[in-house]
């Protein structure tokens, strides 16, 4: 099978950091094009849009690494014209634009693939299979970094539909509901939001499922010094689990047990060829939905201004 010839759209952090490394490092596909608002690329042909590039482009597949206020749009313009499509997590601003999606992709005859780059660590399927078989009886989830440090600039995360706090906080969402045996529901949030903002800085929230799993998880932006993005379970068998570091290591009763380097995004197009070469679709929205709950069911307290230049803005 020839590669899949790929247009990307957004040419901002993560397609530099992690799409761009990740096509040319996996097998059955290649970039063909990018469209973008403000770069053009030496390799490949570049558009100033996704539609001049769908016109002017030879593409099999589109990759958007746009922020999700702006994919549904473009995800349905991209799947009309016939392309597969893969998007950025999270995978839309609303629910329901998933639907609309999945239906388009079934409509035409192509693959639409919601990725959750964390759910391709290296610590997530080990975790998965020793969870299988055992029931969790608490969960704990603290994932706290530095909004300054990993977002800088990015206004569009901080407006309606950009997450906020939830922007990181949804990948953990997306391991728990990968590692996890049994569906869960949230059951209280408080959400913290900056008065100049429309997004929250921090969310603490309360899960439980059918057994009555104790399960928090606390998201906070105002991490400095060192990061953390730890997820710790205890089973009812006296098992316990440690995923760190976003999921590249896994401790199992005290046993280190997995330490690899990220290849996430390798993953991801792997799985795409995959989807692809078999007509299939993959889009799982439970770690949205949770993030819809805890806008539906949060307390809102307000909190001092958030400014990402240091306070000048
Ligand atoms: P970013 O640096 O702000 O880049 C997004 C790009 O999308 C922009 O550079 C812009 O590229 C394009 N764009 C199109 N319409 C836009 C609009 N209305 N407003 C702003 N940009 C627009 O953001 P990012 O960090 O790459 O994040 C993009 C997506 O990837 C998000 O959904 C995010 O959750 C996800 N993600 C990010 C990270 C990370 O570490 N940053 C990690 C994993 C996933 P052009 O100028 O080329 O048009």
């Known amino acids: 099978m020839p590669p899949i010839r790929l247009g990307l759209v957004g040419v901002g952090k993560i397609a530099r950091d992690q799409h761009f490394p990740a096509i040319a490092a996996t097998e059955g596909i290649e970039l063909a094009a990018v469209a973008s608002r403000s770069a053009s690329l030496e390799e490949v ?30 995800a349905l313009e991209a799947l009309k014209a016939g392309k597969h499509v893969i998007l950025e997590k999270p995978p839309g601003a609303t629910l329901s634009e998933m639907d609309d999606l999945v239906a388009a992709a079934k409509a035409e ?74 569906p869960f529901f949230l059951t209280k949030a408080a959400l913290t939001f900056p008065e100049n903002r429309q997004a929250p800085i921090a969310a603490d929230l309360a899960f439980t499922d059918a057994t009555g799993v104790d399960f928090t998880a606390e998201f906070d932006w105002r991490q400095e010094g060192p990061q953390t993005w730890d997820i710790t379970i205890e089973t009812d068998d006296g098992g316990r689990l440690a995923l760190s570091e976003g999921g590249k290591k896994l401790i199992l009763n005290d046993q280190p047990t997995v330490d690899a380097p990220d290849a996430e995004y390798r993953g991801i197009y792997a799985h795409f060829v995959d989807l ?38």
Request: net charge negative; with cysteine.
């Open 109 to 182: 005859g192509v693959s639409l693939f919601a990725t959750w780059h964390s759910r391709f660590s290296p610590a997530v399927e080990p975790a998965t299979e020793w969870l299988s078989a055992r029931r969790a009886k608490k969960v704990r989830i603290v994932w706290k970094e530095d909004v300054r440090r990993w977002h800088p600039g990015q206004d569009w995360i901080w407006e309606p539909g950009g997450l906020g706090v939830f922007d990181p906080g949804i990948n953990a969402l997306s391991i728990a509901t990968a590692i996890l045996p049994q």
């Open 276 to 313: 692809v070469g078999s007509q299939r679709s993959d889009v799982d929205v439970s770690p949205l939905r949770h993030v819809a709950d805890a806008f539906m069911l949060g307390h809102r307290q307000i909190t001092e201004p958030f400014f990402d230049d240091g306070g000048k803005a």
């Open 45 to 74: 042909p570049s558009f100033a849009s996704q539609s001049e590039m769908l016109a002017g482009a030879e593409i099999d597949a589109v990759a958007l690494c746009t922020p999700p206020q702006v994919r549904h749009e473009l």
